[in-house]
């Protein structure tokens, strides 16, 4: 999920002002795999891979503000709206609590000496810890659970990418270079802030996906131009948190009619309940 959650965002900030004027379809590579991004009026669908066999794909009715997610190969649906994702956040607190009570009991059985180094280990890595998950470690502040948000420090070098003309920022967190991102402004992309809702009616999905780590702690008033944040559309995204690199490039934007197919759910499909996966997964 996190990757086309990833892709998402940038292409939102890309298409946010188009909505209320025609469809519009974003091309981004994520790692060098392909993913694709559809915005109508008041829906938006995102996939990865390409058109004709897509992967992961996730539907938005900005009417109804509901999230479906379709798994392609075994034909099914899930539907997951606000009151879900608040359970749903209420969930991931619960395993949290419960992983928190496990490594208590596990120290716990530990001599002193031993259980003493432990601690330390775990003080030193909860800061490196994705989220806010340095609150949940053992001795960790409960007060430090809400990620530490990205900030984004102009490098003032410019470049073209994909025909684009860009500002390249360093993104920090904690004071220290997580990565970088490329941004392009709106007027070098043809677009206004006129008729954002769809963007801003996605960003509450966002922001709880984000409360349950799948977003981690990106700054999401960054990319929302209608925030005084706003530091232009993401066209580059390199992310290097934790020694890995992961990047997410928009290639193309083009404007024309998509089908109405693309967003609704296969007549031929079966809905699944999230919740019950969920509960499973603890």
């Not at 960054?222 to 232009?232: D, K, L, R, V």
């Amino acid at each position: 999920m996190k990757l086309i959650f990833s892709a998402a965002l940038v292409g939102l900030a890309v298409l946010g002002s188009h909505v209320a004027r025609a469809d519009v379809t974003v091309e981004m590579v994520s790692d060098g795999e392909p993913s694709f991004m559809y915005l109508g009026s008041e829906n938006m669908r995102m996939e990865e891979g390409g058109p004709d066999l897509p992967g992961q794909v996730v539907l938005f009715d900005g009417t109804a503000l509901v999230v479906t997610l379709l798994d392609t190969e075994k034909e099914t649906y899930q539907r997951i709206d606000k009151e879900m994702m608040e359970e749903m956040t209420s969930m991931v607190g619960g395993m949290m609590d419960d992983m928190m009570k496990m490594m208590e009991d596990q120290l716990a059985s530990l001599p002193p000496e031993q259980r003493k180094i432990v601690e330390e280990q775990m003080k030193s890595a909860k800061g490196g810890m994705p989220g806010g998950m340095g609150g949940m470690m053992p001795g960790g502040d409960e007060n430090s659970l809400a990620a530490p948000a990205e900030s984004y420090e102009p490098t003032g070098e410019s470049r073209k990418i994909n025909g684009f003309n860009c500002k390249g920022h360093r993104v920090k967190k904690n004071g220290r270079q997580v990565g970088e991102v490329w941004t392009a402004t709106l007027k070098e992309i043809g677009v206004t802030k006129d008729d954002l809702v769809i963007f801003s009616k996605f960003e509450e999905f966002a922001e709880a996906l984000a409360d349950m780590g799948d977003g981690d702690d990106m700054n999401f008033s960054a990319f929302n131009p209608t925030s005084n944040n706003f530091i232009g559309v993401p066209i580059l995204s390199i992310d290097t948190e934790g020694g890995a690199k992961r990047t997410t490039e928009v290639k193309s934007i083009t404007k024309g009619s998509v089908s109405s197919k693309k967003y609704t759910v296969p007549s031929n499909y079966t809905e699944t309940s999230f919740m019950e996966m969920m509960e499973h997964s603890r």
